[in-house]
């Protein structure tokens, strides 16, 4: 499957693994995808996330507070993906394809996330007003080569 991703991508899945070890889970969710996309730290998808006004360091203590480190050990070996993070993946190829892009790049990755409502990524991120629609709006626009307005925080 990774014959088409990023090279950024790919360090995205390495990094989530290496957060599911660190958090002491042994598989790879959509949280930890989520948080693999955070610490490569560039790309599309951080730009998307940037003018949506989230604050990225937030972002990842609001993830880790919700899903809590087990604090146990494990032995490190292969850690499979859940089925949500496995769909995830596998929708990264339509999101780029829906783009006209041959590469699977971050921003498709983000996309996917928000796609799959259910899972714990994409609930944290309609906690900062990410959605899959307002993303797919922002990298239109990122796409058009127009200069992306910050997207304004209704006041609470």
Do not use: C, W
């Amino acid at each position: 499957m990774k014959n088409n991703f990023s090279h950024r991508v790919q360090m995205v899945i390495q990094f989530s693994r290496e957060e599911a070890v660190r958090l002491g889970h042994d598989y790879i969710g959509s949280e930890h995808l989520l948080l693999g996309l955070l610490r490569e730290g560039d790309g599309i998808a951080i730009e998307i996330l940037k003018n949506h006004s989230v604050d990225l360091d937030e972002l990842k203590r609001n993830i880790e507070e919700t899903i809590k480190s087990t604090g146990g050990t494990m032995t490190i070996g292969n850690l499979p993906l859940t089925k949500r993070a496995e769909r995830i993946l596998k929708g990264t190829y339509i999101e780029a394809k829906n783009f006209k892009s041959d590469i699977i790049g971050t921003e498709h990755l983000l996309l996917s996330l928000t796609k799959e409502k259910d899972g714990m990524a994409a609930q944290i991120l309609m906690n900062f007003d990410v959605d899959h629609e307002s993303v797919k709006r922002e990298l239109e626009i990122i796409m058009e080569g127009i200069e992306p307005e910050k997207t304004e925080k209704p006041e609470a």
